[in-house]
């Protein structure tokens, strides 16, 4: 059976799971799950995307996503190498740590917003050890799961920096004590209904909608006739950052001049900065990046990935990207 189509464009909303290979754990530890949550914020600043939820279960998790760019393949593609990565170097393993690619729906947030997230936090305890307790174990059990943005929903103590409640409170008064309990009691509806899994919706063309979003989205993006699997759309144009003031900030706050950063085969935090934060708040492909700094799109991965661990290495380049952010952003 064929895998549904990807199809991406700027502020689409996504539910994405991924499997453990042969559905053995990806987690050993809490060590490892704190690690992903970690990796998943990191990945979630670099390619500007928004986690709405998460929850993490022993062999698989589940994201609610969206997409402000609409590069949800680039975004998963380094946070899941990013982790395997790690999780390999951490239990001394190699090889595949999931089982294929990711498998993702396209949300129509209008309608099934909602019903996504819960279905998501209501994962920990719909499993079989869960699901034979009575509703108030469930809902004990519920709330106790802190490997879920669940708990960050019911109190922004317990929410992780990363993570953006913002638009599904908003269906239940704000980020407020109000909405909040609301949204919970919502989600703990779940536990004494026998509701519908929206996902249901979604199998075979990968669409959680409507009719008449599921005709729209066919309609705009399918009626082509492309043989590639995967479809991103055409952008709508975007309001970017002026590159020339990116390549200022960079160069106040590093002290490197705009000849030395933009010369070929320059070395240095500073070249491997501006690459970074062009792609970031310029909005930028690696391919233009490439053109303008003189070298092939490979060569700005290249940086960009070295650049990404000299960060972790070095605090103070974490604290130089919130410096020129914090410039470019004042014009």
Excluded at 237 to 258: H, K, N, Q, Y
Aim: glycine residues 8%; charged residues 25%.
């Amino acid at each position: 059976m064929a895998r549904p189509l990807r199809i991406q464009f700027e502020n689409a909303y996504y539910h994405v799971t991924c499997r453990g290979n042969a559905r053995q754990n990806i987690y050993s530890s809490d060590a490892d799950r704190l690690a992903f949550l970690g990796l998943l914020g990191r990945s979630s600043e670099v390619y500007q995307t928004e986690i709405l939820a998460y929850v993490l279960m022993s062999n698989h998790f589940h994201l609610l996503v969206k997409t402000p760019r609409g590069n949800l393949q680039e975004f998963m593609r380094h946070f899941n190498i990013s982790y395997t990565a790690w999780f390999n170097r951490r239990h001394r393993r190699s090889g595949h740590l999931y089982q294929g690619r990711y498998h993702s729906f396209l949300i129509d947030a209008d309608n099934y917003f909602k019903e996504v997230s819960r279905y998501l936090h209501l994962n920990p305890v719909k499993i079989t050890q869960a699901s034979s307790k009575d509703v108030a174990a469930r809902r004990k059990a519920l709330r106790a799961y802190a490997w879920s943005s669940f708990p960050g929903y019911a109190s922004p103590r317990a929410r992780k920096s990363f993570l953006r409640v913002e638009e599904i409170l908003d269906c239940f008064g704000g980020d407020t004590a109000r909405g909040r309990r609301g949204y919970a009691r919502y989600v703990e509806q779940g536990l004494s209904t026998d509701y519908v899994n929206p996902l249901e919706l979604g199998k075979g063309h990968g669409i959680v909608g409507d009719a008449d979003f599921v005709d729209a989205i066919r309609e705009r993006y399918l009626s082509r006739g492309a043989d590639t699997r995967e479809i991103p759309a055409a952008r709508t144009p975007a309001v970017r950052l002026d590159p020339e003031r990116i390549i200022e900030a960079v160069c106040a706050e590093t002290g490197v001049s705009r000849e030395a950063v933009l010369r070929k085969g320059s070395r240095g935090g500073g070249r491997g900065l501006l690459m970074e934060m062009l792609y970031r708040y310029g909005e930028l492909s690696q391919r233009e990046i490439g053109a303008m700094l003189g070298i092939d799109y490979s060569g700005v991965s290249i940086g960009r990935k070295r650049f990404h661990v000299m960060m972790e290495a070095d605090p103070h380049l974490k604290s130089l990207i919130a410096k020129v952010k914090n410039k470019i952003s004042q014009g």
